[in-house]
């Protein structure tokens, strides 16, 4: 069946849209290029999805950008990576106020290169400063489920010890409250760009009842377009939560 290719609003529009940015290294690859000009590419593409996403009234975007797991590719291409995180890092404090966006970050920034981690919590200040209903995008940064679960785990655990919470209190709105995500609704809606039909470590608690859209479009070509088609058809799921 033809998908529409414009958005829809209402009710069917969801509130929070979750995309893994993958496909960058084989859009280089098949031009010839180094897959760190995939890299340079994607940057630009999350720049243009960001504002149209904005812009069409989406009050929270989660992108993919760095799994605990990317740590495993070749030290080139990694720095390339923190080069492009710290020159976008940059860029959006610079635009956040002016362009109605704020920032947060998914993922154990401890782990960053010191100078970005810093920089990641300047524009975490910076953001925080802004009014609640500008657009949040969640940049997911060294970021994986299981580790964002392990996380949350390890600091009730360590609330516990300290005597301000009980073990047999926890739930799970209490345990979400532990996660990165803290406060915000579950993604309606998560895209997959290029080709694979998998969550690789993606926001694994709160993907439970999301919808999933996967396109064979790699990240570099990815366009407003298909952010309509998938809008659209997330507007024909029937969501039933496990009811009727
Ligand atoms: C996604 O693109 C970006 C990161 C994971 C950092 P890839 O680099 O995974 O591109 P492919 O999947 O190899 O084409
Ligand atoms: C997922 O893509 C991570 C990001 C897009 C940041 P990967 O390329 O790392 O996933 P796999 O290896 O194909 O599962
Ligand atoms: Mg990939």
Same mark, same amino acid.
């Given at each position: 069946?033809?998908?529409?290719?414009h958005a #829809?609003?209402g009710a069917a529009?969801?509130?929070?849209i &979750?995309?893994?940015m993958?496909?960058n290294?084989?859009?280089?690859?098949?031009? @010839?290029?180094?897959?760190?000009?995939?890299?340079? *590419?994607g940057?630009e593409?999350?720049?243009k999805? &960001?504002y149209y996403c904005?812009?069409?009234?989406?009050?929270?975007?989660? *992108?993919?950008?760095?799994?605990?797991?990317?740590?495993?590719?070749?030290? /080139?291409? #990694?720095? *390339?990576?923190?080069?492009l995180l710290?020159?976008?890092?940059h860029?959006l404090m610079?635009?956040?106020?002016r %362009?109605h966006f704020?920032i947060?970050?998914?993922?154990?920034?401890?782990?960053?290169?010191?100078?970005?981690?810093?920089l990641a919590?300047?524009?975490d %200040? #910076?953001?925080?400063?802004?009014?609640?209903?500008y657009?949040? #995008?969640?940049l997911?940064i060294n970021? @994986?489920?299981?580790?964002?679960?392990?996380r949350?785990a390890?600091?009730?655990?360590?609330d516990c010890a300290?005597?301000?919470?009980?073990?047999?209190?926890?739930?799970?709105?209490l345990?979400?409250?532990?996660?990165d995500?803290a @406060?915000?609704?579950?993604p /309606?809606?998560?895209?997959?760009?290029?080709?694979?039909?998998?969550?690789s470590n993606f926001?694994?608690?709160?993907? &439970?009842y999301s919808?999933?859209? &996967?396109? %064979?479009?790699l990240?570099?070509?990815f366009?407003?377009d298909?952010?309509?088609?998938a809008i659209?058809a997330?507007a024909?799921?029937n969501r039933?939560? @496990?009811? *009727?």
């Open positions: 069946m033809a998908e529409e290719s #829809v609003a529009m969801p509130r929070h &979750a995309i893994i993958d496909g290294g084989r859009w280089a690859t098949k031009r @010839g290029l180094p897959r760190t000009a995939g890299h340079k *590419v940057a593409t999350f720049r999805i &960001a904005k812009d069409i009234g989406i009050q929270y975007l989660t *992108v993919y950008a760095f799994s605990t797991e990317n740590w495993k590719r070749s030290a /080139e291409e #990694v720095n *390339v990576i923190m080069l710290n020159r976008y890092l860029e610079e635009l956040m106020a %362009d704020r947060r970050f998914f993922g154990d920034l401890t782990g960053l290169p010191p100078k970005l981690e810093q919590h300047q524009t %200040d #910076v953001s925080s400063a802004l009014p609640k209903d657009c949040l #995008v969640n997911c970021y @994986g489920g299981r580790d964002e679960i392990l949350a390890r600091k009730y655990a360590a300290a005597g301000t919470r009980k073990p047999g209190e926890l739930d799970e709105s345990f979400s409250s532990y996660l995500s @406060g915000l609704p579950d /309606e809606l998560i895209i997959r760009p290029g080709g694979e039909f998998r969550l926001l694994l608690w709160q993907c &439970a919808e999933f859209y &996967a396109t %064979d479009t990240w570099p070509d366009t407003t298909e952010i309509d088609k659209a997330y024909r799921r039933r939560f @496990g009811g *009727v």
